[in-house]
């Protein structure tokens, strides 16, 4: 396979690589860079940006850097620069030796300003932020040239290295582009390139009080590292002339920027920003809740790496912005844990069955299948006894019409093991079913009738005296709506988040060979849903969130559409 070719199929990024290594634009060479800033940790939609720039590389048989664009010192924690490599290299990429800091390029940001101070393309500004922004102007009037934009260039640079110096409070004076007021392109009204700014940064320390902004400094870390294709999301597309005039005027290596639309997904957010007003507001147990849509909340929810690249895929690369159906996520990770999870028995909400004509001393072990989609995944036994739980829900005392399961009088097949017939149901005082008693048929045995008896369900069980005590967590969309801008007026996104998003039960009951599962390991709990064992299992304590149910909403939504 020649680099012009890959293996997947292709969007307009690959196109205009493709068009790119025809014509020998950058000698052959694919290099592109994920560049997170290290204030919060990644979420599905950084997951895009991952496939995304690592897929292409790798596609090209180019290279990919991971670069942490840590610019921000006062919103910006180690804690997060290791929790992004981690997510990253879960997801199945390798940076190799290129990780990098745009701090590590602070230096030489320095000195390319003073360059464009030299050539008179950058001045020191006086005015305060609001001031700034007063004389910026809006989209339809011109904006206003600072008074502090013709100061001769020794002055500029005097004061710009005084500035450096710490001579100066913070806010009180800027480093600006010196470009075109009267812009069509606000971004372009002389955009502030420095900041004075007296915060430690996580790296540098106390070297720096003044930093660069992330239009200035983000070019430049392209230049430096050889990227070629230096991918972003749409709302940087206006940004881009600027990004073109700074290595223009500094006459430095030009990568060309190349923006897709962001990933929004239904009924979560998508942004640091929010996130971290979940995790700080105490709504959610963390960064790593399985109900965030972070990597690492996904990751705790049972999600795979295979699954998110292949959501990734699926969804493609657009140059619109839109919203994903948070139902294909879904549909993905049930499609591959179809194939790679165990089937086990689990009982969520228990009711106790005595099967009265089972003997009292003599539990027996049955063979139960792995997992019916992969016969290599082989068998297991399954210990069956008097008394079992069943679900709750799996008993009804006055069934509906279409309810099929277990009632008074009615028989119906218990998985791997029985026919059982309801024959007494006993209550407490409040008149709750608290226990049924059935008879079996030993003819059964397996789970099947040798007179060709049909029974119309099956139910999943577990032996009460071999049970595993368990707390299974059932999760709902962290949100009531799928617009997490569909608010009342002067609220936002925390006034809809979904009270029931979160069910923890305390009393399941697990068949044995749960017994050494291990945090991560997953499961498909018969009729209940795809299941991981969570890291709070410890000491012989069983905890399991449940990833997705097995009902498959995104075939119901394609089928509307
Ligand atoms: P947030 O709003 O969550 O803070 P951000 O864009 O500020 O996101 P960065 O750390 O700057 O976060 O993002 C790193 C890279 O990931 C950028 O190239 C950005 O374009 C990309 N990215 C961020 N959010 C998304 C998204 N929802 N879909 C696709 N790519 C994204
Ligand atoms: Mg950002």
């Not at 990568?255 to 979560?268: C, D, G, H, K, V």
């Not at 059964?444 to 007179?451: F, N, V, Y």
């Amino acid at each position: 396979m020649s680099a012009l070719e890959s293996t997947r199929p292709s969007n307009f990024i690959k196109d205009i690589i493709t068009e790119d290594l025809k014509t020998d634009k950058y000698g052959g060479r694919v290099h592109t860079r994920f560049p997170p800033e290290p204030n919060g940790y990644l979420h599905i939609g950084h997951a895009k940006s991952i496939c995304l720039n690592f897929g292409v590389a790798k596609d090209f048989k180019g290279l990919c850097n991971l670069r942490m664009d840590d610019t921000n010192p006062t919103k910006e924690e180690v804690e997060y620069v290791e929790a992004i490599k981690q997510d990253v290299r879960w997801l199945g990429f390798d940076w190799q030796d290129r990780m990098f800091y745009a701090s590590d390029y602070f230096e030489r940001f320095y000195e390319c300003a003073v360059e464009l101070i030299k050539k008179g393309r950058a001045y020191v500004c006086d005015l305060s932020s609001d001031e700034v922004r007063e004389y910026r102007g809006t989209l339809t009037a011109p904006g206003q040239e600072s008074p502090y934009r013709n100061r001769p260039v020794e002055e500029n640079l005097d004061l710009f290295e005084r500035m450096r110096a710490g001579e100066f409070p913070d806010g009180s004076r800027t480093l600006r582009a010196k470009i075109d007021m009267a812009s069509g392109n606000i971004n372009m009204r002389d955009p502030v390139m420095y900041r004075i700014l007296h915060a430690g940064h996580h790296r540098t320390g106390g070297k720096w009080c003044i930093y660069p902004m992330y239009d200035y400094a983000h070019c430049i870390s392209d230049s430096i590292e050889g990227i070629t294709h230096s991918i972003c999301t749409l709302e940087f597309e206006d940004h881009r002339p600027l990004y073109d005039w700074f290595l223009d005027e500094l006459n430095v290596y030009h990568p060309q920027q190349i923006e897709f639309a962001r990933l929004n997904l239904s009924y979560t957010v998508m942004s640091k920003r929010k996130f971290i007003q979940l995790v700080e507001g105490g709504y959610v147990r963390g960064w790593d809740d399985p109900r965030m849509s972070t990597i690492s909340g996904l990751r705790r929810r049972g999600y795979t790496p295979e699954a998110i690249r292949n959501f990734a895929e699926r969804i493609g690369v657009a140059k619109r912005d839109s919203v994903v159906d948070i139902a294909l996520l879904e549909y993905c990770i049930r499609e591959d844990l179809n194939k790679r999870a165990s089937r086990v028995m689990a009982v969520l909400r228990p009711l106790k069955v005595v099967i009265v004509n089972y003997p009292e001393d003599k539990p027996e072990e049955l063979d139960a299948v792995n997992n019916p989609e992969d016969p290599g995944m082989g068998t297991r036994k399954v210990p069956f006894s008097r008394v079992i739980y069943i679900e709750k829900d799996d008993f009804r005392e006055d069934p509906p019409k279409q309810f099929f399961r277990l009632a008074p009088g009615r028989e119906v097949r218990l998985r791997y093991a029985y026919y059982i017939t309801c024959v007494d149901v006993i209550k407490d005082e409040k008149g709750e079913v608290v226990e049924l008693r059935c008879t079996y048929d030993p003819a059964t045995r397996g789970g099947d009738s040798p007179d060709g008896r049909k029974v119309k369900a099956t139910l999943h069980w577990v032996s009460a005296e071999h049970a595993l005590e368990a707390e299974v967590r059932l999760y709902d969309y962290l949100l009531t709506k799928p617009n997490p801008d569909d608010v009342e007026e002067g609220k936002d996104f925390k006034s809809i988040i979904n009270p029931g998003s979160l069910e923890i039960l305390t009393d399941c009951k697990l068949e044995p060979s749960l017994k050494d599962a291990r945090h991560g390991d997953k499961y498909q709990f018969e009729r209940m849903g795809y299941f991981c064992a969570d890291p709070d299992s410890s000491g012989g304590k069983l905890v399991f969130n449940r990833t997705v149910t097995l009902k498959d909403t995104w075939a119901k939504v394609q089928k509307r559409s």
